[in-house]
């Protein structure tokens, strides 16, 4: 029973438009959602975050906005870069801590 | 700045043979993490621990053994290896209350 879900395996968009990276989940105990990025060989790193108190969280190019009644997630990325090609995994978490992660949506940002 | 060190990077091992991956932080965290990742899975948990001198199951337990052996150092023991058990382990650690995990950048293990 996957609790965090990640519906699409893959995302091809052009440089200098809009990537949108979407996540639902039904754990309602969870009220810490996170995004993180991964490239080929390397760990994730952590790219941005949103408490459930909130409904966006901004920093910089990226944006996540959270939809509680909808238990949806979506991490927005403008503009895009050939950069941001990466995997990209959406992770949630409750009072325990533990992170919950997706099965990630690889993002193919083309030139 | 090293954070997470993970070795070894990569291991080949034949089935029923055993291996420890280790993993050590430099960041004074308390919770330390173990993960798998496999193709279209995603990163399950494997084991953790809250704080030195406790551990507990994650979501895919079964066939490894763990080891907090002080707080910097947290180990994954796979006592006989199995085809199954061939994949990416990431060892992570995080402050409680603190946003997020730092992730090591991998073992990539494959069990023939």
């Known amino acids: 029973d996957q609790q965090v879900k990640q519906n699409s395996p893959s995302l091809s968009v052009q440089e200098g438009r809009i990537s949108i990276l979407n996540c639902d989940y039904t754990n309602s105990m969870f009220d810490y959602f996170l995004w993180y990025k991964k490239y080929p060989a390397e760990g994730p790193t952590f790219l941005i975050s949103?408490?459930?108190?909130?409904d966006k969280n901004e920093d910089g190019r990226f944006t996540v906005f959270l939809n509680k009644s909808a238990k949806h997630l979506s991490l927005h990325i403008v503009p895009s870069q050939p950069g941001d090609s990466a995997v990209y995994f959406c992770a949630a978490s409750g009072s325990n801590y533990k992170l919950t992660f997706g099965k990630g949506t690889l993002l193919t940002v083309n030139p | 700045n090293a954070g997470v060190t993970q070795t070894p990077k990569f291991q080949v091992l034949k089935t029923g043979q055993s291996m420890t991956l280790q993993c050590a932080q430099d960041m004074n965290h308390n919770s330390m993490y173990w993960y798998r990742q496999d193709p279209g899975m995603g990163l399950r948990l494997i084991y953790y621990s809250a704080s030195e001198g406790t551990t507990d199951k994650g979501e895919v337990p079964n066939g490894y053994n763990v080891s907090r052996l002080n707080k910097r150092e947290f180990s994954l023991r796979l006592e006989s290896a199995a085809p199954s058990q061939t994949s990416v382990y990431f060892c992570?650690?995080?402050?409680?209350?603190?946003?997020?995990?730092?992730f090591g950048s991998g073992t990539r293990l494959t069990v023939v």
């Open positions: 992570a650690s995080s402050e409680m209350g603190v946003e997020g995990y730092t």
């Open positions: 949103i408490s459930s108190i909130k």
